[in-house]
């Protein structure tokens, strides 16, 4: 077929033939201007396809690829003025082919659908030929609902005039149409609902708007469309017309609707009609994708592609220049692959070659496609509100006017003109934004959104969720921006169009291309006319006259040397096929085959041949092929039949043989010779008799022999046995009887040993948090210490000032001298103030260090003393219960064993009464086992008596305790009214010790007298610390005078120096004015009137200084007031709690009775922490009103002065002026300044060098997270953008550098993402978000941000604490791990576990006692409540550590259970009991902690049921039914698992039968869900951070001198 003319099944065949020769992607690309024929050769190739590689299957996949092509010509062709059935978008068809190269499925891309053509066409043209087809078709019984018309009477199809097509049958159309929809898969229901959309377009298209006046529109609700397009599309008619003639507009504040002018509500129901065709054509397609897709992964697939050609038309739009555009990219292809790697290829491989000029049309693209080209321009105009066309043209004029292929119209403003490879286009710019950003209401969407028709209404909301956002950190002004009606979210349509092409340019470069070229023979669309001159154009435009250059003097087939010589080496000779160089090999063939050197050229790496060499060669191939196959054919069928016939002759022989041997036979049979074979077989018989009697006798009797002795054997045996078995029984009693005091011992040294290990631990951490308290004292005290020698010093500079000043002053007169001497009889009395103060203040600086030394020494010796006492109580009473646990638990068992044994026994007596009457011999051995047991049978009345005595020492053991805790008792109430006989009054003493004397000797009672002890410590801790607080509040009352003493004098020191100059000046002007004899007196009269001034100020300065101590006064006292009656609700609360202990003996009443006791304590300590909170903040109240006071006197000074200064202008000019100062208060704002050069140190001290174990940071575990906010809000108060950017990135940085660093350092992770979270609730408390400000304060709301939205930075800190959470659960988990076998599995913490082990097992369990190092449930406890103490003392939210704490039961379950079943020796009823018992120990630390209503304990279900499933009965079906409804958390495999690992530890219990296993399994057949056997350990519960606001005031916040932050002032 190559050999024939051109031809679309050459093009296709060639295709085929490389992709089955080469195994590689071959595309086939049909080109050409409009109306050539594209169409119709891309059908034809399918078709050769379809033909040449039917599928042979069922499905018959190539026909549902033939029948693609009539729905998409339908739906997205339409008839131009250049070609009746033009394709208005792309299609790229990939067929796909399978190993054996059968087409198994295809999949369809397509680009830019015309959708303007959908509302407008064009003179002479139509729109898409769907529409025309329903039209034709409308009285169908099918169509009578959707209610159409004709063609010509919708304004859609009729807007370009002619409505028919010369030639075209639209009704046959349509039934091809609906054929290939059924043939492709699409039902029934899908086609009425693609039909029903169609009809709701062209009745919306005949939806009038009228023009109401005043740039409004209306649409009639009696318009009969618009119910017909309502009820079609399933939406309101009242929100459709509405929304057609109106526009929502959000603002700042409000929501406006504003109505819209007919111009644009026509452009809105146009928009909506484009939007939806272009939906229904996306669907459509993805549709007909499923049904053609590929079920597995192709071998290789074949594209063809067909797109629409270059167009240009009287008005070309954006349209236009899309398709123009995308034929551009397509010759670019074209001549990269034919000319530029062509040449370049021959060049390279050294090939003579001349190089072929041809038309390069990259500087086109790249006028298009380039920054600041075309498109670029475009986009960036689309991304303005007031972007217009004309703006964009004009931009377009200045920066592409100095580029040749662009160029300006002449006679035209509003267009541009671009130089095509093909021809000049001229582009109107009108509508190219609109095109471009393909807007649509957001109105009209939501309307189509709740759409009653969901066909319709999941192409809004699948548009929506595909919707992405943009990545990134952005710093947003905090308000909302204004919303555009299409979001501004959406790419626009030259960008999607572009990255499109790009798409598909990679596609076609990855394939080999074969190229179609479709030449237009004429412009009129008439047969058998073809215009010379119009070909010749497009050939030398789509560079087909190089292209046959090229091809007349290049090499189109070439081969790689190994892929010549593994292809052709059958054509070698073996001399040539022996040679080392294959490259020589090749040569040396291709001379030989070959005579003509101007047929082929050897290169570097391959072999060039011209057209037809190939193929020879291919003929020569084919030839030698069938030439040996001939020949290996011939040796087949040779050998086939030499066997053939050695086998035919082997049977002849065979038969031979048996007849020969037959006639023998019948030659040699006589009479005699029969008589003696008969004869033969007689005898036979009977000595074969003979022989066989003989040996069964002998058999019989060693068998009887046997057996007499294999009898005796066994009853010896019996007898021996049942000896042992009585002497067994006494060697365990005693060897029970020393494993139980074994057991005693060793759980007592535990016992004693945790004791010492947790009273060390407690009193570790009371040194290390007194020494805590020690340092903050010191540091007070020497920062006293530094103000009171500052103090002095400046005391010392006052005095030496003083001195000098009445040495200046004693030249004055009489007058001055009596004010002077009054001045320095003040001052004499302010020292002696000063000094009195200063002692004062040393005496109570001794009196307190006394004081606290005493109390320190008291508390010591009173809680050694008590620790002691505590330490022997505990100590007696659980060796008390352990003994008679211990003693009763024996006992009781050995009664049981002995009730059992009696039992067996009288069993074994009866069968032995049976034996004696079988068997004889046996009787006296049965008689004596009788006697034996009788004998036991006595013993039982000793053994009751045993048991009564000790229940007496139980009771006397009783009465020792009851006397030990009464004398316990009164040893603590002498205690504590010796703690607090000076302290708390009577009636508290009353109630802290108990009155109930005679249920004192309970544990529960014991415990409560402790409590007492430790309110009475408290008591004693409060008092001290309310002295502490009031010898603060003297030093720091001193410390104030001093201040404001200190402040007078500099005050008077200044007056007098002033006063001094003033009277020089005035004796010095007397002279001069004594002729003005009037003004003097009325300066004398300014200067008593400025002193009789100063001296009220004076005393108003006096006035509020006495009330500010008032005030103080008054707030003290209201204090200890409401501390009293605290006081005095905790003495009533304790009376009603002691009632309740009276009444409620049991235990459940106790342990309800300690909650409430718990809890009321705890309401104590919040409300004395409220008090504390409150007096702080009276007090920094009181010490702001005092910096205002003394700042008011400051600015009266200053007034002074002014006034002064006035006088003495007053003197020199004779003119007075008044001033005045206003008053202005200090007030903090909650943040704090910072330089920008400063953002480093802030960094390195806040986070890098920080350690979590600092005193300031104890005290307020989220300082970092405040300060690094208060930060934050002063760059928002400066609205510096970049300021805060770079502040929040270097705190995330810095963070991340510590977390990475430090990554296993677990106190350093929980401060950190205690602090994390912190700041990301301050971000949203202060974010000025309404549903986060519901819990702030007046102070809190006003100091919201103003100027910036964070909220993409919260999301980068939730990411960066999700981060350090995994990383401290990693690290918790690593730290628990080790424990969790030995604690939850091997550790025995319930008694008598270890002698209950089977004896495969003793050791291991055994050792436990020997290494008293190894992991225990305790230590599992103590590790959990190290991880919980350290997340609160970090200041870590409680939903925070619920969820950590959560995690960690998690891993301890699933650990446990893995072990569980992997381990056959945990598979016991006695370690089903140990594992209950841990869990309970979990559950007693979690109400400890008050973690129980969490729902944490849910996560050791599943061990819990495994450990239930151990102990509960399994027998019976009721057993497998109760199994199967209980173990819920389990699923079938583990169930099973556990049931066959079952393994007995004494004779009472018995193994898991089969048949019961396979009657739980029939069970669990139906249960749904995991079939692993093994929990994933690894598993991560999701993480949550809920939003909790703090009330921690900023303006109260102060930054410590510890933390070096020396730069950062607060505002």
Same mark, same amino acid.
């Given at each position: 077929?190559?050999?024939?003319?051109?031809?679309?099944?050459?093009?296709?065949e060639?295709?085929?033939?490389q992709?089955?020769?080469?195994?590689?992607?071959?595309?086939?690309?049909?080109?050409g201007?409009?109306?050539?024929?594209?169409?119709?050769s891309?059908?034809?190739?399918?078709?050769?396809?379809?033909?040449?590689?039917?599928?042979?299957?069922?499905t018959?996949v190539?026909?549902?690829?033939?029948?693609?092509?009539?729905?998409?010509?339908?739906?997205?062709?339409?008839?131009?003025?250049?070609?009746?059935?033009?394709?208005?978008?792309?299609?790229?068809t990939e067929?796909?082919?399978?190993?054996?190269?059968?087409?198994?499925?295809?999949n369809?891309?397509?680009?830019?659908?015309?959708k303007?053509?959908?509302?407008?066409?064009?003179?002479n043209?139509?729109?898409?030929?769907?529409?025309?087809?329903?039209?034709?078709?409308?009285?169908?019984?099918?169509?009578?609902?959707?209610?159409?018309l004709?063609?010509?009477?919708?304004?859609?199809?009729?807007?370009?005039g002619?409505?028919?097509?010369?030639?075209?049958?639209?009704?046959?159309?349509?039934?091809?149409?609906?054929?290939?929809?059924?043939?492709?898969?699409?039902?029934?229901?899908?086609q009425s609902?693609?039909?029903?959309?169609?009809?709701?377009?062209?009745?919306?298209?005949?939806?009038?708007?009228?023009?109401?006046?005043?740039?409004k529109?209306?649409?009639?609700?009696?318009?009969?469309?618009?119910?017909?397009?309502?009820?079609?599309?399933?939406?309101?008619?009242?929100?459709?017309?509405?929304?057609?003639?109106?526009?929502?507009?959000?603002?700042?504040?409000?929501?406006?609707?504003?109505?819209?002018?007919?111009?644009?509500?026509?452009?809105?129901?146009?928009?909506?009609?484009?939007?939806?065709?272009?939906?229904?054509?996306?669907?459509i397609?993805?549709?007909?994708?499923?049904?053609?897709?590929?079920?597995?992964?192709?071998?290789?697939?074949?594209?063809?592609?067909?797109?629409?050609?270059?167009?240009?038309?009287?008005?070309?739009?954006?349209?236009?220049?899309?398709?123009?555009?995308?034929?551009e990219?397509?010759?670019?292809?074209?001549?990269?692959?034919v000319?530029?790697?062509?040449?370049?290829?021959?060049?390279?491989?050294?090939i003579?070659?001349?190089?072929?000029?041809?038309?390069?049309?990259?500087?086109?693209?790249?006028?298009?496609?380039?920054?600041?080209?075309?498109?670029?321009?475009?986009?960036?105009?689309?991304?303005?509100?007031?972007?217009?066309?004309?703006?964009?043209?004009?931009?377009?004029?200045?920066?592409?006017?100095?580029?040749?292929?662009?160029?300006?119209?002449?006679l035209?403003?509003?267009?541009?003109v671009?130089?095509?490879?093909?021809?000049?286009?001229?582009?109107?710019?009108?509508?190219?934004?609109?095109?471009?950003?393909?807007?649509?209401?957001?109105?009209?969407?939501?309307?189509?959104?709740?759409?009653?028709?969901?066909?319709?209404?999941?192409f809004?909301?699948?548009?929506?969720?595909?919707?992405?956002?943009?990545?990134?950190?952005?710093?947003?002004?905090?308000?909302?921006?204004?919303?555009?009606?299409?979001?501004?979210?959406?790419?626009s349509?030259g960008?999607?169009?572009?990255?499109?092409?790009?798409?598909?340019?990679?596609?076609?470069?990855?394939?080999?291309?074969?190229?179609?070229?479709?030449?237009?023979?004429?412009?009129?669309?008439?047969?058998?006319?073809?215009?010379?001159?119009?070909?010749?154009?497009?050939?030398?435009?789509?560079?087909?006259?190089?292209?046959?250059?090229?091809?007349?003097?290049?090499y189109?087939?070439?081969?790689?040397?190994?892929?010549?010589?593994?292809?052709?080496?059958?054509?070698?000779?073996?001399q040539?096929?022996?040679?080392?160089?294959?490259?020589?090999?090749?040569?040396?063939?291709?001379?030989?085959?070959?005579?003509?050197?101007?047929?082929?050229?050897?290169?570097?790496?391959?072999?060039?041949?011209?057209?037809?060499?190939?193929?020879?060669?291919e003929?020569l191939?084919?030839?030698?092929? $069938?030439? #040996?196959s &001939? !020949? +290996? @054919?011939?040796?087949? =069928? *040779? /050998?086939?039949?030499?066997?053939?016939?050695?086998? %035919?002759?082997?049977?002849?022989?065979?038969?031979?043989?048996?007849?020969?041997?037959?006639?023998?036979?019948?030659?040699?049979?006589?009479?005699?010779?029969?008589?003696?074979?008969?004869?033969?077989?007689?005898?036979?018989?009977?000595?074969?008799?003979?022989?066989?009697?003989?040996?069964?006798?002998?058999? $019989?009797? #060693?068998? &009887? !022999? +046997? @057996?007499?002795?294999? =009898? *005796? /054997?066994?009853?010896?045996?019996?007898?021996?046995? %049942?000896?042992?078995?009585?002497?067994?029984?006494?060697?365990?009693?005693?060897?029970?009887?020393?494993?139980?005091r074994?057991?005693?011992?060793?759980?007592?040294?535990?016992?004693?040993?945790?004791?010492?290990?947790?009273?060390?631990?407690?009193?570790?951490?009371?040194?290390?948090?007194?020494?805590?308290?020690?340092?903050g004292? &010191?540091?007070?005290?020497?920062?006293?210490?530094?103000?009171?020698?500052?103090?002095?010093?400046?005391?010392?500079?006052?005095?030496?000032?003083?001195?000098?000043?009445t040495?200046?002053?004693?030249?004055?007169?009489?007058?001055?001298?009596?004010?002077?001497?009054?001045?320095?009889?003040?001052?004499?009395?302010?020292?002696?103030?000063?000094?009195?103060?200063?002692?004062?203040?040393q005496?109570?600086?001794?009196?307190?260090?006394?004081s606290?030394?005493?109390?320190?020494?008291?508390?010591?010796?009173?809680?050694r003393?008590?620790?002691?006492?505590?330490?022997?109580?505990?100590?007696?009473?659980?060796?008390?219960?352990?003994?008679?646990?211990?003693?009763?638990?024996?006992?009781?068992?050995?009664?049981?064993?002995?009730?059992?044994?009696?039992?067996?026994?009288?069993?074994?007596?009866?069968?032995?009464?049976?034996?004696?009457?079988?068997?004889?011999?046996?009787?006296?051995?049965?008689?004596?086992?009788?006697?034996?047991?009788?004998?036991?049978?006595?013993?039982i009345?000793?053994?009751?008596?045993?048991?009564n005595?000790?229940?007496?020492?139980?009771?006397?053991?009783?009465?020792?305790?009851?006397?030990?805790?009464e004398?316990?008792?009164?040893?603590?109430?002498?205690?504590?009214?010796?703690?607090?006989?000076?302290?708390?009054?009577?009636?508290?003493?009353?109630?802290?010790?108990?009155?109930?004397?005679?249920?004192?000797?309970?544990?529960?009672?014991?415990?409560?007298?402790?409590?007492?002890?430790?309110?009475?410590?408290?008591?004693?801790?409060?008092?001290?610390?309310?002295?502490?607080?009031?010898?603060?509040?003297?030093?720091?009352?001193?410390?104030?005078?001093?201040?404001?003493?200190?402040?007078?004098n500099?005050?008077?020191?200044?007056l007098?120096?002033?006063?001094?100059?003033?009277?020089?000046?005035?004796?010095?002007?007397?002279?001069?004015?004594?002729?003005?004899?009037?003004?003097?007196?009325?300066l004398?009269?300014?200067?008593?009137?400025?002193?009789?001034?100063?001296?009220?100020?004076?005393?108003?300065?006096?006035e509020?200084?006495?009330?500010?101590?008032?005030?103080?006064e008054?707030?003290?006292?209201?204090?200890?007031k409401?501390?009293?009656?605290?006081s005095?609700?905790?003495?009533?609360?304790?009376?009603?709690?002691?009632?309740?202990?009276?009444?409620?003996?049991?235990?459940?009443?106790?342990?309800?009775?300690?909650?409430?006791?718990?809890?009321?304590?705890?309401?104590?300590?919040?409300?004395?922490?409220?008090?504390?909170?409150?007096?702080?903040?009276?007090?920094?109240?009181l010490?702001?009103?005092?910096?205002?006071?003394?700042?008011?006197?400051?600015?009266k000074?200053?007034?002074?002065?002014?006034?002064?200064?006035?006088?003495?202008?007053?003197?020199?000019?004779?003119?007075?002026?008044e001033?005045?100062?206003?008053?202005?208060?200090?007030?903090?704002?909650?943040?704090?300044e910072?330089?920008?050069?400063?953002?480093?140190?802030?960094?390195?001290?806040?986070?890098?060098?920080?350690?979590?174990?600092?005193?300031v940071?104890?005290?307020?575990?989220?300082?970092?997270?405040y300060?690094?906010?208060?930060?934050?809000?002063?760059?928002?108060?400066?609205?510096?953008?970049?300021?805060?950017?770079?502040?929040?990135?270097?705190?995330?940085?810095?963070?991340?550098?510590?977390?990475?660093?430090?990554?296993?350092?677990?106190?350093?992770?929980?401060?950190?993402l205690?602090?994390?979270?912190?700041?990301?609730?301050?971000?949203?408390?202060?974010?000025?978000?309404?549903?986060?400000?519901?819990?702030?304060?007046?102070?809190?709301?006003?100091?919201?941000?103003?100027?910036?939205?964070?909220?993409?930075?919260?999301?980068?800190?939730?990411?960066?604490?999700?981060?350090?959470?995994?990383?401290?659960?990693?690290?918790?988990?690593?730290?628990?791990?080790?424990?969790?076998?030995?604690?939850?599995?091997?550790?025995?913490?319930?008694?008598?576990?270890?002698?209950?082990?089977?004896?495969?097992?003793?050791?291991?369990?055994?050792?436990i006692?020997?290494?008293?190092?190894?992991?225990?449930?305790?230590?599992?406890?103590q590790?959990?409540?190290?991880?919980?103490?350290t997340?609160?003392?970090?200041?870590?939210?409680?939903?925070l550590?619920?969820?950590?704490?959560?995690?960690?039961?998690?891993?301890?379950?699933?650990?446990?259970?893995?072990?569980?079943?992997?381990?056959?020796?945990?598979?016991?009823?006695?370690?089903?009991?140990?594992?209950?018992?841990n869990?309970?120990?979990?559950?007693?630390?979690?109400?400890?902690?008050?973690?129980?209503?969490?729902?944490?304990?849910?996560?050791?279900?599943?061990?819990?049921q495994?450990?239930?499933?151990?102990?509960?009965?399994?027998?019976?079906?009721?057993?497998?039914?109760?199994?199967?409804?209980?173990?819920?958390?389990?699923?079938s495999?583990?169930?099973?698992?556990?049931?066959?690992?079952?393994?007995?530890?004494?004779d009472?219990?018995?193994?898991v039968?089969?048949?019961?296993?396979?009657?739980?399994?029939?069970?669990l057949?139906?249960?749904?869900?995991?079939?692993?056997?093994?929990?994933?350990?690894?598993?991560r519960?999701?993480?949550?951070?809920?939003?909790?606001?703090?009330?921690?005031?900023?303006?109260?916040?102060?930054?410590?001198?510890s933390?070096?932050?020396?730069?950062?002032?607060?505002?």
């Amino acid at each position: 077929m190559g050999d024939m003319d051109p031809h679309i099944f050459a093009v296709a065949e060639e295709a085929y033939k490389q992709m089955a020769r080469n195994h590689k992607n071959q595309s086939i690309i049909v080109s050409g201007e409009s109306g050539a024929g594209k169409t119709v050769s891309a059908r034809y190739a399918m078709r050769y396809f379809a033909v040449v590689s039917k599928s042979g299957s069922k499905t018959r996949v190539e026909d549902k690829v033939l029948a693609s092509n009539p729905v998409t010509e339908a739906m997205g062709n339409a008839k131009t003025t250049r070609n009746d059935n033009s394709s208005r978008f792309g299609k790229y068809t990939e067929i796909s082919f399978d190993r054996r190269y059968r087409i198994i499925g295809a999949n369809m891309r397509t680009y830019l659908l015309e959708k303007s053509r959908v509302v407008f066409q064009a003179d002479n043209e139509r729109n898409y030929h769907i529409f025309y087809q329903m039209c034709s078709c409308a009285q169908l019984r099918e169509f009578k609902n959707l209610r159409l018309l004709s063609a010509d009477k919708f304004r859609y199809t009729c807007t370009g005039g002619d409505v028919t097509i010369e030639g075209v049958d639209d009704k046959k159309d349509l039934e091809e149409t609906r054929r290939t929809f059924s043939m492709l898969g699409l039902k029934e229901d899908f086609q009425s609902d693609v039909f029903k959309v169609l009809a709701a377009i062209l009745h919306l298209g005949n939806v009038e708007i009228r023009d109401s006046g005043k740039d409004k529109s209306s649409v009639s609700p009696s318009d009969p469309h618009v119910a017909v397009v309502c009820e079609l599309l399933g939406v309101s008619a009242e929100a459709l017309v509405r929304w057609l003639c109106h526009r929502r507009i959000v603002l700042v504040a409000e929501t406006v609707v504003k109505p819209v002018p007919r111009e644009r509500a026509v452009n809105a129901r146009d928009a909506l009609a484009k939007h939806i065709y272009a939906h229904l054509f996306d669907c459509i397609i993805n549709r007909i994708n499923t049904a053609l897709q590929v079920p597995g992964k192709p071998h290789a697939f074949i594209g063809v592609l067909d797109i629409y050609g270059f167009e240009t038309f009287d008005i070309n739009s954006f349209e236009q220049f899309c398709i123009n555009y995308a034929n551009e990219k397509l010759q670019q292809q074209f001549n990269l692959h034919v000319f530029k790697l062509e040449q370049e290829e021959y060049m390279k491989e050294d090939i003579p070659w001349t190089l072929i000029d041809f038309y390069d049309n990259q500087p086109v693209i790249d006028l298009i496609e380039t920054k600041m080209g075309i498109l670029d321009l475009l986009n960036e105009e689309c991304l303005f509100p007031q972007g217009t066309d004309q703006s964009w043209l004009q931009k377009l004029y200045t920066y592409l006017d100095t580029n040749p292929l662009f160029e300006k119209p002449r006679l035209s403003n509003e267009a541009f003109v671009i130089q095509h490879f093909a021809d000049k286009v001229e582009y109107q710019c009108r509508d190219f934004l609109e095109k471009n950003r393909d807007t649509l209401y957001e109105e009209l969407q939501d309307i189509m959104k709740d759409s009653e028709f969901p066909f319709l209404a999941n192409f809004f909301r699948e548009e929506e969720q595909s919707t992405g956002t943009s990545k990134g950190v952005k710093v947003r002004p905090a308000r909302p921006r204004v919303k555009a009606a299409n979001k501004q979210l959406r790419a626009s349509v030259g960008d999607k169009f572009s990255s499109s092409l790009s798409l598909l340019m990679e596609t076609l470069n990855a394939t080999t291309p074969h190229y179609v070229r479709c030449i237009k023979p004429n412009e009129e669309k008439l047969p058998f006319e073809y215009d010379s001159r119009r070909v010749v154009q497009q050939l030398r435009a789509c560079g087909v006259l190089e292209t046959i250059r090229v091809s007349a003097q290049s090499y189109p087939s070439r081969w790689t040397y190994i892929e010549f010589y593994s292809r052709y080496s059958i054509l070698m000779s073996h001399q040539e096929a022996d040679l080392s160089d294959k490259k020589q090999t090749c040569k040396n063939v291709l001379q030989r085959l070959i005579q003509d050197p101007n047929q082929y050229k050897f290169g570097r790496t391959k072999i060039f041949f011209r057209a037809g060499q190939v193929a020879y060669l291919e003929k020569l191939r084919l030839d030698r092929l $069938r030439g #040996a196959s &001939v !020949t +290996i @054919q011939k040796h087949v =069928r *040779g /050998w086939s039949q030499r066997r053939k016939y050695l086998r %035919m002759r082997e049977a002849a022989i065979v038969l031979q043989q048996y007849i020969r041997g037959k006639r023998t036979i019948h030659k040699m049979v006589s009479a005699a010779t029969l008589k003696r074979g008969w004869a033969t077989v007689v005898i036979q018989r009977h000595w074969r008799g003979y022989r066989t009697r003989q040996i069964y006798q002998l058999v $019989r009797l #060693a068998s &009887v !022999t +046997i @057996q007499a002795f294999t =009898r *005796g /054997w066994m009853a010896r045996k019996r007898y021996k046995k %049942m000896v042992e078995e009585q002497k067994a029984l006494i060697l365990q009693k005693y060897a029970r009887a020393w494993l139980a005091r074994r057991r005693f011992q060793t759980m007592r040294r535990l016992v004693l040993n945790v004791q010492l290990s947790f009273r060390v631990q407690k009193l570790r951490k009371r040194i290390e948090e007194q020494n805590k308290e020690n340092c903050g004292l &010191v540091e007070r005290l020497t920062s006293l210490a530094s103000t009171h020698s500052h103090t002095v010093d400046r005391l010392q500079g006052v005095e030496a000032q003083l001195e000098k000043s009445t040495r200046q002053r004693a030249s004055l007169e009489a007058r001055e001298r009596t004010v002077k001497e009054g001045a320095t009889l003040t001052i004499a009395q302010l020292q002696k103030e000063i000094d009195a103060l200063t002692l004062e203040k040393q005496d109570l600086e001794k009196e307190f260090e006394a004081s606290t030394k005493e109390a320190k020494e008291s508390f010591d010796v009173i809680k050694r003393h008590l620790l002691h006492e505590k330490e022997n109580e505990a100590r007696l009473r659980k060796i008390a219960e352990n003994n008679t646990e211990i003693q009763r638990h024996d006992h009781e068992k050995e009664v049981e064993a002995l009730k059992e044994e009696i039992k067996r026994m009288k069993e074994e007596r009866v069968g032995l009464h049976r034996k004696i009457e079988e068997e004889g011999q046996v009787t006296s051995d049965l008689q004596e086992q009788v006697v034996q047991l009788t004998k036991h049978v006595k013993a039982i009345p000793e053994l009751r008596r045993d048991l009564n005595n000790l229940q007496n020492q139980r009771t006397n053991m009783d009465r020792k305790m009851k006397q030990q805790s009464e004398q316990a008792r009164a040893k603590m109430n002498e205690i504590t009214r010796q703690l607090l006989g000076g302290v708390v009054e009577e009636e508290v003493l009353l109630g802290l010790t108990p009155n109930d004397s005679e249920a004192i000797y309970e544990v529960e009672d014991l415990l409560a007298a402790f409590e007492g002890l430790q309110k009475a410590t408290r008591i004693l801790e409060n008092h001290q610390r309310e002295q502490k607080e009031s010898y603060e509040t003297q030093l720091e009352g001193m410390q104030l005078k001093v201040d404001h003493l200190q402040n007078e004098n500099s005050k008077l020191q200044n007056l007098f120096q002033e006063k001094s100059n003033i009277n020089e000046n005035i004796r010095q002007e007397v002279s001069r004015l004594s002729s003005e004899n009037s003004v003097i007196p009325e300066l004398t009269l300014q200067v008593s009137e400025l002193q009789r001034q100063k001296h009220e100020l004076e005393v108003h300065v006096e006035e509020q200084s006495t009330e500010l101590t008032e005030k103080t006064e008054e707030i003290t006292n209201i204090l200890q007031k409401k501390i009293k009656e605290e006081s005095s609700q905790r003495r009533h609360f304790e009376e009603k709690a002691e009632a309740l202990e009276e009444v409620k003996r049991e235990l459940q009443g106790r342990v309800e009775d300690l909650e409430e006791e718990n809890d009321h304590s705890k309401r104590q300590q919040l409300m004395e922490t409220e008090a504390k909170s409150k007096l702080r903040q009276e007090t920094s109240r009181l010490t702001a009103e005092n910096m205002d006071f003394e700042e008011q006197l400051d600015q009266k000074d200053r007034l002074i002065k002014k006034l002064q200064n006035q006088i003495h202008s007053l003197v020199s000019s004779q003119k007075a002026k008044e001033m005045s100062a206003a008053v202005i208060p200090k007030d903090y704002l909650g943040m704090l300044e910072f330089k920008r050069e400063d953002e480093p140190m802030l960094i390195q001290n806040i986070i890098l060098e920080l350690k979590p174990k600092g005193v300031v940071v104890n005290m307020i575990p989220g300082l970092p997270a405040y300060i690094l906010f208060m930060c934050v809000r002063y760059a928002d108060y400066l609205n510096d953008e970049a300021k805060l950017k770079s502040l929040m990135n270097a705190t995330i940085c810095a963070v991340k550098k510590v977390i990475m660093s430090h990554h296993k350092d677990f106190e350093l992770l929980s401060f950190w993402l205690s602090n994390m979270y912190l700041l990301l609730n301050c971000l949203k408390q202060y974010s000025g978000e309404e549903e986060f400000m519901k819990h702030n304060t007046p102070e809190q709301k006003r100091n919201c941000l103003q100027n910036f939205d964070l909220s993409e930075h919260r999301q980068i800190l939730s990411d960066l604490a999700i981060h350090i959470y995994h990383q401290l659960i990693t690290v918790m988990e690593k730290t628990l791990t080790p424990a969790i076998v030995p604690g939850m599995l091997e550790h025995e913490s319930l008694q008598g576990i270890s002698s209950m082990k089977p004896t495969g097992f003793r050791k291991r369990s055994n050792s436990i006692y020997e290494d008293l190092e190894t992991h225990t449930i305790s230590s599992i406890i103590q590790q959990l409540s190290v991880f919980h103490s350290t997340m609160n003392q970090h200041g870590m939210e409680l939903g925070l550590i619920i969820q950590v704490v959560k995690q960690l039961f998690f891993q301890v379950g699933a650990t446990t259970l893995n072990n569980i079943m992997l381990r056959k020796d945990m598979c016991s009823c006695r370690k089903g009991m140990q594992i209950r018992c841990n869990i309970s120990y979990l559950e007693e630390w979690l109400k400890e902690k008050e973690l129980q209503s969490f729902s944490v304990i849910d996560t050791l279900r599943p061990l819990s049921q495994a450990a239930w499933l151990l102990q509960v009965n399994k027998s019976t079906d009721e057993d497998a039914k109760e199994i199967t409804d209980k173990c819920t958390e389990l699923n079938s495999v583990q169930i099973v698992k556990i049931l066959n690992s079952y393994t007995p530890i004494d004779d009472f219990e018995k193994r898991v039968t089969s048949s019961f296993v396979r009657k739980v399994q029939s069970l669990l057949q139906d249960r749904d869900g995991s079939t692993q056997l093994m929990l994933d350990t690894d598993y991560r519960f999701q993480v949550t951070f809920p939003f909790c606001p703090s009330s921690q005031a900023l303006e109260l916040l102060q930054v410590p001198n510890s933390l070096h932050l020396g730069f950062l002032t607060r505002i």
